[in-house]
């Protein structure tokens, strides 16, 4: 059983940073791309960042420049480093991945969330 569990979420004044971060854990045996997507109240999910293994990323219009998607392959767990937050990014921040597991072949997996909530 493969699962992606996310941390770093919380309240932060506008202009502040968060860090989050998103682990998979159980029977991994590879790891494609990984994405953090986010659903503010009322709006459709959106894609945020992504990341592909060999180090490629995508950003959304609306966090270029001020977030960095970053992985780190040994420990299957992708970061996404917030700064100049805005009240506008307050949302839940959903982990994705495309994940090999060793009994189930390849599957789209989804962490359970962390909320984000910038203070204007």
């Known amino acids: 059983q493969v699962q992606l569990a996310e941390s770093g979420g919380g309240l932060v004044q506008a202009g502040g940073s968060l860090r989050l971060s998103c682990a998979a854990s159980g029977s991994v045996v590879g790891i494609k791309v990984m994405n953090w997507y986010r659903q503010a109240p009322g709006k459709q999910r959106e894609l945020v960042a992504g990341?592909?293994?060999?180090?490629?990323?995508n950003y959304a219009d609306s966090v270029k420049g001020r977030f960095t998607i970053s992985r780190d392959n040994a420990k299957n767990t992708v970061y996404l480093q917030m700064n100049s937050l805005k009240p506008e990014d307050t949302a839940v921040y959903y982990c994705?991945?495309?994940?090999?597991?060793?009994?189930?072949?390849?599957?789209?997996?989804w962490g359970q969330g962390t909320q984000v909530t910038v203070d204007s």
């Open positions: 994705n991945a495309d994940i090999l597991a060793s009994r189930t072949g390849w599957r789209q997996y």
């Open positions: 990341i592909t293994g060999g180090g490629g990323t």
